[in-house]
């Protein structure tokens, strides 16, 4: 890395620095039992190929208003299955933030609720090390990625979905890392396109150096 480079990295939430799997697979089955609906794990995934929700309306077929309801539901539910006891950053989430914070400005951006993410950030002490976190909108993750990429020299984006990469990917600039200890796994991840597929913390302080 060049030291007067001012870079922005940016990481997803969940399957990058939180092990949240299950827990969000529980809410969104939860919610589509509600609607007499059933969910897999495996279907659940899936839907990371795109936006979240859409994916989810295709695989349940849901109209919209049924979709709404869906919608709604896993916004009631939240919080009781995912806090800052029950979510729990992955054992490197902490060494790859510090080592990372000395490389740029750190964000996060993630379909997870802004103040879901607040919680577990503030209950593990991991709140104070990013500039800038951005939860669930109706924006598209490419807004934000082109807002990082006007204010820096460099930006990184860390994310475990090939959904994510196909967002990154229609954004000059971006530099996306496939993260493989999360949601899709690497050949997966590299259908996405990714600049560098990370296979452990230490792959993406490395790369993000060079």
Same mark, same amino acid.
């Given at each position: 890395? *060049? ?5 922005? *990295? ?16 529980? /809410? +969104? ?11 897999? $794990? ?20 849901? +109209? ?12 009631? *539910?939240?919080? +009781? ?15 790859? /933030? ?29 709140? +104070? ?60 991840? $590299? ?13 993406? *302080? ?5």
């Amino acid at each position: 890395m *060049i030291a007067t480079l001012k870079q922005i *990295i940016i990481f997803d939430f969940d399957g990058v620095l939180v092990d949240s799997l299950d827990n969000l697979y529980q /809410i +969104n089955s939860a919610a589509a039992i509600a609607l007499d609906r059933s969910l897999t $794990k495996d279907q659940y995934l899936s839907a990371f190929a795109g936006p979240l929700n859409q994916k989810l309306g295709e695989i349940l077929s849901l +109209n919209e208003a049924e979709l709404e309801k869906f919608i709604n539901h896993k916004r009631q *539910i939240f919080a +009781n299955h995912y806090n800052g006891t029950s979510v729990q950053p992955f054992p490197f989430a902490l060494d790859l /933030i510090k080592q990372a914070s000395d490389l740029g400005t750190l964000w996060i951006l993630s379909t997870a609720p802004l103040e879901h993410i607040r919680v577990v950030l503030e209950e593990h002490n991991l709140l +104070n090390y990013f500039a800038r976190i951005i939860g669930q909108s109706q924006q598209p993750k490419s807004v934000f990625l082109n807002e990082a990429v006007s204010e820096s020299e460099r930006t990184f984006f860390l994310t475990d979905t090939v959904g994510d990469l196909k967002e990154a990917g229609k954004v000059d600039g971006v530099i996306s890392i496939g993260v493989t200890w999360g949601f899709h796994q690497a050949d997966v991840l $590299k259908t996405g396109n990714p600049s560098f597929v990370a296979h452990n913390p230490k792959d993406v *302080i490395s790369f993000i150096r060079d």
